[in-house]
């Protein structure tokens, strides 16, 4: 019985563990993008049917894997947005008594421009694959990894932001409402516009506001190698306070940065209708997510706050 009893708790701790050899599959990362940047859903302004369309997918996909919802749904209405739209919130638990406590925000906008008054070459639809279907579908698969591997001690948010191209108003919306409940956030990773390589050979992405925080080093630490590093013209153009994550920074003062590897020369479809799925570079992707989960593993599981900002 004695034995029967050790050998039950081992199992449970391996079945805790990080899996090592988990796999993100290129079909999936396919399947996503390709859904979220699909015509039919017409550029996924913020209020219009085709973004609720996508706020479902989304939603199903929290449900499918068991993360619940923050609030009472899934669906978080905007109060600084004239049309009803919603942010799409998952949290999963973490595992560990203490550091449960504790939340890492992972979030990207799933709102796009919508159609154009006039079309160009014969397109008027502003797909928005890139810009942020691909950040959406990095998100959705660290839903996927979380939720079978339970590695997480950590607690964490899953956010799909709505109406960032009107502001960042979703995270505007959703940041105080957190604070007001007293959430007690860590830091936040935000994913915008990963959808083609960097032409750059000495890093693979590149993280907003990069001396805001050593984040950009601990997750080169994490990942085991150089994976991301400093663009100056992230700095240039204040890619910092041009996505999610600065809501988050603004409203709680901590770690809370944008990963991207849109670096200006690698993507001329920057709010074009030509910014489609068949310019996305799903083996980029897939590859690129791949080396992700080391480093928001580490992010979720580490017993001291190592992730800080710089005075």
């Known amino acids: 019985m004695k034995k029967a009893f050790v050998l039950l708790l081992a199992g449970l701790a391996l079945s805790c563990a990080p899996k090592k050899d988990y796999t993100v599959k290129q079909e999936s990362v396919e399947k996503t993008i390709k859904f979220l940047s699909d015509d039919a859903l017409k550029g996924r302004l913020a209020g219009s049917e085709g973004l609720q369309t996508a706020a479902q997918y989304l939603a199903d996909n929290f449900k499918k894997n068991g993360v619940k919802p923050y609030f009472t749904t899934y669906f978080d209405t905007l109060s600084n947005y004239k049309e009803t739209t919603y942010n799409v919130i998952g949290y999963l638990e973490g595992t560990d008594p203490e550091l449960k406590k504790e939340f890492v925000v992972f979030g990207a906008h799933y709102d796009h421009i919508g159609v154009a008054d006039k079309p160009v070459d014969g397109d008027s639809i502003y797909n928005g694959a890139n810009d942020d279907a691909s950040g959406c579908t990095a998100v959705y698969e660290l839903v ?4 079978k591997t339970k590695s997480n001690k950590r607690s964490i948010l899953f956010c799909y932001f709505s109406a960032e191209e009107a502001g960042l108003l979703g995270s505007r919306h959703l940041a105080p409402k957190l604070k007001e409940k007293g959430f007690n956030i860590y830091a936040m990773l935000n994913f915008e516009m990963v959808g083609v390589p960097m032409k750059s050979e000495s890093m693979q992405a590149y993280v907003t506001g990069w001396g805001m925080s050593n984040m950009g080093d601990k997750i080169n630490e994490y990942a085991g190698k150089t994976f991301v590093g400093n663009l100056p013209a992230e700095g ?4 910092f306070r041009r996505s999610d994550n600065y809501s988050f920074y603004q409203e709680f003062n ?21 910014d489609e799925f068949a310019n996305m570079d799903v083996v980029h992707m897939t590859a690129f997510i791949q080396q992700v989960l080391p480093v928001v ?8 706050k190592e ?3 710089k005075k």
């Open 144 to 147: 996927n990894y979380f939720a």
């Open 236 to 239: 240039q153009y204040q890619l």
């Open 254 to 274: 901590v770690p809370s940065q944008t990963i991207c590897t849109f670096d200006f020369t690698n993507f001329d479809y920057y709010h074009h209708v030509k």
């Open 297 to 304: 593993n580490k992010m979720v599981n580490t017993p001291t």
């Open 307 to 309: 992730i800080v900002l």
